[in-house]
């Protein structure tokens, strides 16, 4: 295959794309980013070289991209304004801590598709950083006097522990109901979308209408992501991921896919799903046969089912804006969500 | 010796004492309790059980006294109110935060006297948990309304992590410089202790001066604990320090006393401080023979003269106030810091 075929591939020119949002959104997300490179600094050297190793990989920057096109909606496309870029650096330092933290909670090997920084830097390193990078996410916050957006975004750093800290005790639980996984999956992921969708409501000074549409819209965005992720976790390819495929099953996670296909496994999968999730080690193909059962159950396909369902009340929350170019960004985006991996 | 004497003897009438500091403070801190209390809730049990672990080993709870005090001295006496114990609570949630992030990274096994969290739930739960009081203490600033406080905390957060990964990356320097070592403890330890007087200060609407003046005291107070702190693990009981006295020497943390015993060691002590420290196994006796040395080489009486020197300064700067007995409680606590070291 070319390479031409390879790029063609990864981005097809009929799917959903984030494409009209990166665009609309290049001189905000570059002040943003301004933001980010000037506030990561320490005279304490190994700050900045840890937050840069995961700064710089980058990944889709998809929450501070929330908060700057809620305010540029908000705003009907003026200006999203100093205090939505700080809000946003703000959203991005917050993300970026809880993936340290993450990392060495669950001894992960790679994120956004280098090699965790806890392997490189240890793991102390990697959760005084993450500290490090949520006390200047208030910092920063402090900087814009918003009590309000310090209020959304303090409340959703303590939801987002919570639910780690659920996931952490339920998480090997291949029992698990479907209700609880949500509610581990609203706190640690959803929680931030909202926020950080919600608090440009705040920094453009939207109705509050407009502020709860955002919200809505963060919330229902998260959802969508993360049931999407769970479900490219069996389905997709580690580029696509930023981390190793079946890094979910190997440490026994229990996401939707997993869930569902256990709850309707036979006799014989059954078996199969307590061996290989059971705590011992699990044997070369093991993955294979969970990816042909998530597949072959349906497990995979409502996953994706319910995520489309988010990505449609995204959209719908949209409803409450007038249409334009932005409004059609956000909406490409709720698809973009599902269709990387359907 | 009988239980008359052992509680004379740890608590001679004559040495310094926070005795009339905590009787003055009774009610405030029972107000500050009550919002510890309420705030380290959570449905998801495991955060409260990890947190009350902790928070009912209590420890002094010398930094939330400081807030209470200060804003008290700052309204000569009259009602600390509801800012100051808000801001109380959430320097002590800072302060959690910060003992279970540093006992995950240090490994310790035993903090205000008892097993460290992070042994009986895991580190995973105990770095999350760190997080939710962090989140929580800015919750609770945030409900103050208080703009000036959340700035001075979140500043000091970002450098106590600042000087936490210091720490972590020169630590095990034995030849540290000492003016490297102090500006690892005034970030570590020294700051909160500033931010908690100061925020003080500004919850009772203290004039600049007062506030200048109450940051100043605890800085100093900071500074003096610490080294205190420092020579304890040197002199002290574990009892005394409420963890393992010589876990600073077995971990080969470069500290103040073993910094001066080795800039002073002879050809034999050098090679005794290189072995011991130098990464491999200690032999039985080794602690012992570091005490003798700290102690005959002056190291440690030069390191309490410097604590002194800190607690001195620490009760020039409470010149600003009126004399009475908030004033005389806090110079009582500087001497304290000091005294129960020497």
Known sequence: MSATAVASASHPASGPSIDDLLRLASADMKAVDAFIRARMESPVAVIPALADHLIAAGGKRLRPLLTVAAARLAREGRGAGETAHKLAASVEFIHTAT????????????????????????????????????????????????????????????????????????????????????EIILAKTAELFAAAAESGGVAAGGSEPQIAALRSYG????????????ALDYAGSSEALGKNIGDDFREGKATLPLLLAVARAGEAETAFWERALGGTEQAEGDFRRARELVASTGALRDTLDLAADYARAAKTALGAFTPGEWRAALGALADFAVGRAA
């Open 99 to 182: 993936l340290l933290h993450d990392d060495v909670v669950d001894s992960s090997r790679l994120r956004r598709g280098k090699v965790a920084a806890h392997l490189i830097w240890g793991a102390p390193s990697s959760v005084l950083v993450g500290d490090f990078l949520f006390a200047r996410a208030f910092e920063l916050m402090v900087e814009t006097g918003s009590m309000r957006a310090l209020k959304i975004l303090a409340g959703a750093s303590r939801v987002i522990a919570e639910g780690e800290v659920l996931q952490l005790t339920r998480a090997h639980d291949i029992r698990l109901a479907q209700e609880t996984y949500l």
């Open 219 to 230: 919330l229902n965005l998260g959802l969508a992501f993360q049931l999407a992720d769970d």
